[in-house]
């Protein structure tokens, strides 16, 4: 059974730092790409980082030089590092593995967390 396990997230002033992590279980971690998604109310979801499977990353150019994503094959858990956090960064953040490429798009992913609220206060 694949599992897709947030942590890490809570409530932060803007300016502040949070770290998210992301254990997953039941699948070859290392054959997939990973990503972070992000949702705030009303709003669509939005995919703000991805990790090929061999390492490249890319990003949104929302986020790009404020976060920082990286995985540890060995821990089979993708992070998320976040600074320089914004109110507009409030919104459930999950995470996603992919079989067929690193990207921002919902439909490449197969697998999803349930999530991880990020609150930042102004």
């Not at 998210?20 to 971690?29: E, F, I, P, Q, R």
């Amino acid at each position: 059974q694949v599992q897709l396990v947030e942590s890490g997230g809570g409530s932060v002033q803007a300016g502040g730092s949070l770290r998210l992590s992301c254990v997953a279980s039941g699948y070859t971690y290392s054959n997939y790409h990973m990503a972070w998604f992000r949702q705030a109310p009303g709003k669509e979801r939005e995919g703000i980082a991805c990790i090929h499977r061999i390492g490249y990353t890319a990003y949104a150019d929302s986020v790009r030089g404020r976060f920082t994503i990286s995985r540890d094959n060995r821990k089979n858990t993708l992070y998320l590092q976040m600074n320089s956090l914004k109110p507009e960064d409030t919104a459930m953040y999950y995470c996603a593995a992919s079989s067929r490429s690193c990207g921002l798009g919902a439909p490449d992913y197969n697998y999803w967390g349930q999530g991880i609220q990020v609150t930042v206060s102004s």
